[in-house]
């Protein structure tokens, strides 16, 4: 069937991709004080409305000069011209920014391509609208001008466009469409693209529900309850609250089963609220009793979620038990005590996987035995101070935590001193062998057990120097010589070479300060060693970006990927021209054009993490079709519920984005990269700050 009805259409007709956008900023009318402070979308869609309604008034002042045989074509193109001036308000009058939004920018701009399409097929084909079928369509195009403000949920905008798509499609091919025969016009998600970590499906749940022996009888029999209710469920809300809960009751229930930081009384009285709040929110009428009563369990659920997160064996959940039940009885002070159980774990599980038997200099091993020693001697009474919280405070566990990271940070800079020197020494800073020297001294005043301004002197240097060393074998291990030279040139502005000169001779300074006695490094060159480290990893991505660049074009026929090619290099070009500016920048001191990429980085991350990923999809995209047949398809798929809605939400924001840049309304073209930015490293967790402050203001005269 799709065959049949696509195969009359040339392939040569292409979708033109960024008519919507193009349109938006052709004469764009200046903003009158009414529309100050306005949605900067309204503004921007002000002329395509202003447009839209002159071309719908032209035609109808031309009802009474059209012969007859063409005043149905006629009426046809001013019913469409008001659906799409329909969905252009829709999207004008929509919260900035929004999914809303994105959703109804981009149907606008789907209806135009498709509009266009339609109007280019019956310009080529004179015959196009005589058949019975396509009379029909053409009155359902007719009906469905005057019902578009219905339309304004999620689902009744998918209904509407899909029916506009069907008879838009009909109104020119011999043969009656339906949306099953067009085109899917959205790539297949390709596997590792959803996040992980899903969580446990009803039926996971209810499983674990049987496994639960070791609690009481009203409470297995509430929590089996609960469970079958839950997967019966099929009111889409209903079945959301009722695993909410579900999944909160199983983890109480398997913290109580293990008698996990609960004493016998408090298990008692906590099972039976927990058994009582899922059987009175089983009932809609005390269904708000029974979840303050849940929920009010909810200190006892963050206590257990952080001692899962802990990964305690069951010797040492013994070990830690009095303790962790003080701080649940506790809850004020038990915060504090949680924390320095959290640091305890983590810095021993640290401890456990440093390397053994690491070579050191033969001054350094005497130091590093005391070290390893007294870190022994702390592990071990920390457990036993744990046991007898109550005598012992949290504040005194919080001071021998403290003991512990300390022992646990100098102990492995000793055990780094051999391979830090030897980096460092490869920069040839005389006088040769003074650095060892100074090692071997801090080391010895490190271990001491007893503090002193001597021994956080000797900290202090260790860390500087093993700082340092990573810095410097961080930078070498990632060479840039084997970037294009194209990526050198329009990335880095050519001055790969010297910049590599540059963070070099930084290196060589800090070495000279260190054998000349400096206890810590100057805090503004490590900056600009972090810096280069930054700048480096960026122009390697910026070379993965160029590669993935050409593909965008054939993303372009993805439903949701609805990004002109020409708009993306538009806003990448700031990002691009300040990468260019900071590595001439680093090579000359200008670090106000180093700052200036810094802030721009954090910004751009995201996006470039988006494009990265997408371009894998460019294969599946090819395949689909294009001209009038893809743009009525992708007029007609639907976006409530479906997949990639990141790619949407992007879409909108760099369509407006882009066409802020080209009317030179900076502001707004900073404010949609940050809400962009936001929203992106959100969805693709992507960490990193991302910075809010504006680096452009106000607008700038158009080109």
Not at 92 to 114: G, I, T, V, Y
Not at 371 to 394: D, E, N
Request: net charge neutral.
């Amino acid at each position: 069937m799709a065959g049949s009805w696509q195969g009359w259409w040339r392939a040569g007709v292409i979708c033109v991709a960024g008519a919507m956008t193009i349109a938006i900023v052709q004469g764009a009318p200046p903003a009158t004080d009414a529309s100050k402070g306005a949605s900067p979308v309204k503004m921007l869609l002000a002329d395509e409305a202003n447009g839209l309604e002159r071309e719908i008034a032209a035609r109808m002042m031309r009802r009474g000069s059209v012969p007859a045989d063409k005043r149905a074509k006629l009426e046809t193109e001013i019913d469409l011209r008001i659906i799409e001036r329909a969905l252009v308000a829709m999207a004008a009058d929509a919260h900035f920014p929004s999914n809303e939004q994105a959703a109804l920018w981009l149907r606008a701009k789907q209806f135009r391509e498709a509009l266009r399409g339609m109007e280019d097929a019956m310009a080529q084909d004179p015959s196009a609208g005589a058949t019975a079928s396509q009379k029909d369509a053409s009155g359902q195009i007719h009906k469905l001008s005057y019902v578009i403000a219905d339309a304004k949920g999620a689902k009744e905008l998918d209904d509407f466009c899909r029916g506009a798509a069907v008879s838009m499609a009909s109104a020119v091919s011999p043969n009656p469409v339906t949306a099953a025969a067009m085109a899917a016009m959205r790539p297949k998600p390709l596997a590792g693209s959803e996040p992980k970590d899903q969580p446990a499906s009803v039926t996971e749940l209810s499983e674990q529900v049987q496994k639960l022996a070791a609690i009481s009888v009203p409470l297995r029999q509430q929590l089996l309850a609960l469970s079958s209710a839950a997967s019966s469920a099929t009111e889409k809300e209903e079945a959301k609250t009722l695993y909410a809960l579900l999944s909160q009751s199983i983890e109480l229930a398997r913290g109580l089963q293990s008698n996990t930081a609960v004493g016998p009384e408090s298990r008692t009285a906590i099972e039976s609220q927990l058994a009582e709040g899922i059987v009175l929110f089983a009932d809609p009428r005390t269904r708000d009793a029974g979840r303050n009563r849940v929920e009010s369990l909810g200190q006892y659920r963050q206590t257990l979620a952080r001692i899962g997160r802990m990964g305690l064996t069951k010797e040492q959940m013994d070990q830690l038990s009095p303790a962790l039940t003080w701080a649940q009885v506790n809850p004020e002070s038990g915060a504090k005590l949680m924390v320095s159980i959290e640091q305890y774990m983590e810095t021993c599980a640290k401890w456990d996987a440093m390397l053994r038997d690491v070579s050191v200099p033969a001054p350094l091993r005497r130091p590093l035995d005391d070290l390893k020693s007294q870190f022994s001697k702390q592990r071990l009474a920390f457990l036993q101070s744990a046991s007898h919280v109550g005598v012992v405070t949290p504040g005194d566990l919080e001071q021998a935590m403290e003991e512990i990271k300390r022992l646990f940070s100098v102990t492995e800079d000793v055990q780094a001193m051999g391979a830090s020197t030897e980096v460092l020494n490869t920069y040839k800073v005389k006088p040769i062998g003074g650095l060892e020297k100074k090692v071997a001294t801090a080391a010895i005043a490190a271990a001491s057990p007893t503090p002193s301004t001597n021994r956080n002197d000797g900290q202090r240097y260790l860390d500087a120097v093993h700082a340092l060393a990573d810095l410097s074998r961080g930078l070498a291990a990632r060479p840039l010589t084997d970037l294009p030279p194209a990526v050198a040139q329009g990335w880095a502005g050519g001055k790969l070479d010297g910049f590599e000169l540059r963070w070099k001779g930084i290196v060589a300074d800090l070495i000279g300060t260190l054998i000349g006695g400096a206890m810590e490094l100057d805090k503004g060159k490590v900056i600009r060693l972090e810096g280069a480290m930054s700048m480096g990893d960026s122009v390697r991505t910026a070379a993965q970006l160029d590669a993935a660049l050409p593909k965008m074009p054939a993303l372009a026929r993805w439903v949701d990927w609805s990004i002109d090619p020409g708009s993306l290099q538009i806003v990448l070009t700031p990002y691009k021209e300040a990468m260019v500016g900071a590595f001439v920048g680093y090579v000359n001191d200008n670090l106000d054009a180093v700052d200036k990429w810094g802030h721009l980085r954090g910004r751009y991350t995201p996006l470039i993490t988006l494009i990265l990923r997408d371009a894998a999809y460019a294969e599946q995209c090819d395949a689909m079709p294009i001209g009038y047949p893809a743009e009525v398809a992708r007029l007609a798929a639907a976006f409530d519920g479906a997949p990639f809605g990141t790619e949407r939400y992007a879409s909108y924001a760099i369509g407006v984005w882009s066409a802020s840049e080209r009317g030179g309304d900076l502001e707004t073209a900073d404010r949609i990269s940050i809400e962009l930015a936001k929203y992106l490293a959100r969805d693709l967790r992507v960490p990193g700050n991302i910075d809010e402050s504006s680096l452009r203001n106000g607008k700038r005269p158009r080109n």
